[in-house]
């Protein structure tokens, strides 16, 4: 499997503009998370999705983020209009969840992106 | 609330040396535990999960530990090497009915010296 796939891997853009990111999880991995990474905050969950359901999207800081999942191998991050404080990198991650069971999160590369 | 806390935040070492990093968690009723790995301007990549029943797990020259009790893991890297230098993060499952997120350390940023 070649593991959880993000695009881009780096993106530059204009405040105001719009911003779409993309993720493919690992085959057969029913949940799929969002996370944003900076060097203030650390690590913070976006949003959450179980079989292709969102669960818990406390995380999107305002309005301007959406997300979905229109299928199981298949999400998008989308930031509309884009602020400089947006600026970090986005990662996608997956796992499998069997009832009960934790099972251990697989991260993508991330995307790197830059507001203007 | 669950907070997660890493000490220290960064870490300097020769090679070759034994080190540990510690996690602590304030709620002690955890699922589990888990420990990353992120080199820069890379991905995570998960080292150990230590389930709550179990008090340590290894993995190569890692070991993990888990007390529950007292609301701490250490991570323990035997004969350090300069490619074991990352940040290292742990985190816990906050579980609430269907919640799964993790909560998160802020990292220990490990140099290994040659």
């Known amino acids: 499997d070649a593991g959880v796939i993000q695009s881009p891997r780096h993106e530059v853009t204009e405040m105001g503009q719009e911003v779409t990111l993309r993720c493919k999880p690992i085959s057969g991995h029913n949940s799929l998370f969002w996370y944003r990474q900076t060097m203030m905050r650390g690590l913070e969950l976006l949003i959450y999705?179980?079989?292709?359901?969102?669960?818990?999207d406390s995380g999107m800081p305002e309005d301007r983020f959406s997300a979905k999942m229109p299928n199981a191998s298949f999400s998008t991050l989308k930031i509309q209009p884009s602020e400089p404080r947006d600026s970090a990198v986005y990662f996608c991650?997956?796992?499998?969840?069997?009832?009960?069971?934790?099972?251990?999160?697989?991260f993508g590369p991330g995307t790197r992106l830059t507001v203007l | 609330k669950q907070e997660v806390t890493q000490i220290p935040a960064a870490l300097s070492v020769p090679e070759g040396e034994n080190l540990v990093l510690n996690c602590s968690f304030t709620?002690?009723?955890?699922?589990?535990l888990q420990w990353f790995r992120q080199d820069p301007g890379k991905g995570l990549t998960s080292l150990l999960l230590i389930q709550s029943s179990q008090r340590e797990q290894t993995s190569g020259r890692l070991n993990a530990s888990l007390d529950k009790s007292s609301g701490r893991s250490t991570l323990y890297i035997a004969a350090s090497q300069p490619g074991d230098s990352a940040t290292y993060l742990c985190?816990?499952?906050?579980?609430?009915?269907?919640?799964?997120?993790?909560?998160w350390g802020l990292g220990t940023s490990l140099a290994v010296n040659p």
């Open positions: 991650a997956s796992s499998s969840w069997t009832g009960g069971s934790y099972n251990e999160q697989f």
């Open positions: 709620d002690s009723a955890i699922y589990n």
């Open positions: 985190a816990v499952p906050y579980n609430a009915g269907n919640n799964r997120k993790l909560i």
């Open positions: 999705f179980n079989n292709n359901v969102p669960i818990d």
